[in-house]
């Protein structure tokens, strides 16, 4: 019987069942569960713009009657600006020394078609930051423009970085918002806009040791370097105050290693899993689904350190090669290739297409899922003949997919420890620009290593009930007396380091 709308499970219900599950085993302090059940802050707020004239395409039904309509001698290039979603921005200088013919309100361009001119205005959008909790340090968490966000989902993902900085120690807090829109109907200029307004709103309510906004979909270093402008705008020492976002281009105050960072995160987590398990990554076969920032990342160095690469699937296609992709091809045909506009491994003449059912049951040692979540579901789960899954994604594995790895012996190393990197050199960012300096790759991967490494080690050795010091890591005040798997042990490690807090410091009343 299909669930109800009332019996339905919020996305943030759903999401908070681990952290129910690890408050239980470890007997969370009852006040400090309070405090965690639910966000510290909910921002909705809403933001307006002004938006310009559009061009709209004809539907085929409607371009019946204008067949007749001569041509407009209006110049494209700039002032027709193309949309994602078909439509032009219409900028008025299009219109100067144009001869333009227009019948009720529709004009024809040559070689374009035909189009209505649809006036612009003032729009409104809904706006969100919801700030979780902030008791280990300023709430951190990126922005996220999108036409299906929601406060349901924002709680979801900001109780998530609530979890992850605790995981990956560092001083931060979690947060996320972001604006319901659908950029691909949006100009530049307008996306710009939506920026400033949504930062001048929160002005009061974010700054470096406050509430530190990061990229996340839709949203990107040109977006967070706009951010940064309106949020130091008018200020003494604006200098001073380049850390209230972080994910900026290395060039104003961005971090050497970010792009990489969450990749090769992952790669440190491989590496340690295959020294616990005794085997090696030279000559290990891998599958990894998404080639974006982070699969392609993580394809690159492990290809690097001598893997070999089996499949690649993305949203297009997949490809596959026994002996092992040649993946700086791979990149190059998706990235340094102008035509392959939709950047994808569609078409890679140098290995064999795949269907796209095929891909998770390939025989490999390595699945690295990293494009969506709840891919790994019981049934995938059921055939996969892989050795260990590197959530890489955010969610990849459902529920049933968890039970039915964990009974059939595949390892797995939980996304929130397995793509914490981006977090992790968010922070270095942050903490690069307080103090002013700039780190080299070298010194950011270091640090990143160790961080990642022995974080995922206490994590382990809280699931198997191993406590351990070792010169890495200390496990020692983290296990619970009994065995548990990876994902309750990964929140049992952000629960106790969150509760020290307020056990430790007390509750001001
Ligand atoms: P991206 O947009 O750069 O790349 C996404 C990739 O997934 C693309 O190759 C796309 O084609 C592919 N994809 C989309 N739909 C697919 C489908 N149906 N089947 C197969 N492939 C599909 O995104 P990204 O930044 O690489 O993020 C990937 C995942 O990692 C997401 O779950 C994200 O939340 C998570 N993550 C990213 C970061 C980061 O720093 N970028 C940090 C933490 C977590």
Same mark, same amino acid.
């Given at each position: ?6 019996? %339905?499970?919020?996305?943030?219900? #759903?999401?908070m069942?681990?952290f129910y599950r690890a408050a239980e085993l470890i007997r969370l302090t009852p006040r400090v569960r309070l405090e965690l059940e639910e966000p510290d ?36 290039? #700039? ?53 979780y909790n902030q008791v280990r ?22 109780a998530?970085?609530t979890w992850?900085?605790a ?6 807090g979690g ?48 977006? $967070?370097?706009?951010? $940064? ?14 850390? +209230? ?134 049934? +995938?789960?059921? %055939?996969?003949?892989?050795? +260990? ?45 307080? %103090? ?10 270091? %640090? ?30 983290f296990?619970i ?10 929140m049992v490690l952000a629960l106790k380091r969150i509760e020290a807090h307020y056990l430790l410091e007390g509750f001001s009343q």
């Amino acid at each position: 019987m299909k669930a109800t709308r009332k019996e %339905r499970k919020s996305v943030f219900d #759903e999401s908070m069942e681990a952290f129910y599950r690890a408050a239980e085993l470890i007997r969370l302090t009852p006040r400090v569960r309070l405090e965690l059940e639910e966000p510290d802050f909910e921002h909705i707020f809403y933001i307006t713009i002004e938006t310009r004239d559009r061009l709209v395409p004809l539907s085929p039904e409607e371009e019946a009657q204008f067949r007749d309509l001569p041509p407009s001698s209006v110049k494209a290039g #700039e002032a027709l600006e193309p949309l994602a979603n078909g439509q032009f921005v219409l900028h008025r200088r299009a219109l100067l020394k144009a001869d333009v013919t227009l019948r009720e309100g529709v004009l024809r361009i040559p070689k374009r078609g035909l189009f209505r001119i649809e006036k612009g205005g003032p729009k409104k959008f809904k706006a969100y930051r919801i700030q979780y909790n902030q008791v280990r340090g300023p709430y951190k968490g990126g922005v996220r423009y999108h036409k299906d966000v929601s406060l349901d989902l924002f709680k979801a993902l900001a109780a998530e970085m609530t979890w992850k900085t605790a995981i990956a120690d560092i001083p931060f807090g979690g947060a996320k918002g972001g604006v319901r829109i659908d950029p691909q109907s949006y100009s530049k200029e307008e996306l710009e806009h939506v920026t400033l307004r949504f930062i001048y709103k929160l002005k009061n309510l974010i700054g470096p040791y406050v509430d530190i906004p990061a990229p996340d979909v839709n949203t990107n270093p040109e977006i $967070m370097a706009i951010m $940064m402008r309106q949020y130091t705008d008018a200020a003494r020492t604006p200098h001073a105050m380049r850390g +209230v976002v972080t994910g900026k281009d290395v060039r104003i105050g961005g971090s050497e290693g970010r792009t990489m960072a969450t990749g090769q995160g992952t790669v440190y987590c491989l590496e340690d899993w295959a020294r616990w398990r005794g085997v090696s990554l030279k000559g290990a076969r891998v599958l990894i689904q998404g080639f974006g920032n982070v699969g392609s990342a993580t394809a690159e160095i492990l290809h690097g350190m001598g893997a070999r690469i089996l499949a690649v699937q993305d949203a297009y296609g997949t490809v596959h090669d026994e002996k092992g992709i040649d993946v700086p091809a791979l990149l190059e045909h998706c990235y340094a290739n102008p035509q392959n506009l939709r950047k994808s491994v569609h078409g890679f003449s140098g290995a064999k297409p795949l269907p796209a059912d095929d891909f998770w049951f390939l025989d490999a040692d390595i699945a690295v899922p990293a494009a969506l979540g709840g891919e790994i579901t019981g049934e +995938v789960a059921d %055939r996969m003949k892989v050795k +260990v899954v590197a959530e890489a994604a955010n969610g990849p594995t459902t529920p049933e997919g968890d039970e039915v790895l964990r009974a059939r012996g595949i390892d797995l190393i939980p996304d929130i420890i397995c793509n914490a990197g981006g977090v992790t050199v968010s922070y270095y960012e942050w903490l690069q620009n307080l %103090r002013m300096e700039h780190w080299t790759e070298a010194e950011v991967n270091q %640090r990143l290593e160790r961080a990642i490494k022995s974080n995922y080690a206490i994590i382990r050795d809280i699931a198997l009930d191993t406590p351990q010091r070792t010169d890495l890591h200390d496990s020692r005040t983290f296990a619970i007396g009994r065995q548990t798997d990876m994902r309750t042990a990964a929140m049992v490690l952000a629960l106790k380091r969150i509760e020290a807090h307020y056990l430790l410091e007390g509750f001001s009343q």
